[in-house]
């Protein structure tokens, strides 16, 4: 892993290399989050024009992106799991599906908020 017995700028230089590598793969290999990012992509520019405060933009923003960081770190955990063994195990299930469970409710943050705010 870049980054290792580095300090100050070098680190965040291969901290940044490390997230851009990281966002491509999603990028690349994820459907799902392809799908949120073009949603984002959109409703942030809207969430600057309907938020009457700087409140509600940061909780419409806010939502989205913590939207795509749940769906990061499932991707990362399906990466793991399979990286592991792709032959079905409980936990290597459980595992799935708890990540699914965090994009889920997740999507109820983003959902409830945007509804909360616009009604």
């Not at 290792?4 to 989050?33: D, I, T, Y």
């Amino acid at each position: 892993m870049a980054g290792q017995n580095l300090r100050g700028l070098q680190r965040l230089v291969a901290a940044w290399s490390n997230s851009r590598a990281g966002l491509k793969a999603c990028w690349q290999h994820e459907e799902a989050f392809r799908q949120e990012v073009i949603i984002s992509l959109i409703a942030i520019p809207l969430a600057l024009y309907i938020g009457e405060s700087a409140v509600e933009r940061s909780i419409l923003i806010g939502s989205l992106l913590l939207l795509l960081v749940i769906e990061l770190l499932n991707s990362a955990i399906e990466a793991t799991v399979d990286r592991i063994g792709l032959e079905h195990h409980e936990l290597s299930g459980r595992a799935k599906d708890i990540g699914s469970a965090a994009v889920f409710l997740g999507m109820v943050l983003v959902g409830s908020s945007w509804l909360i705010i616009l009604l």
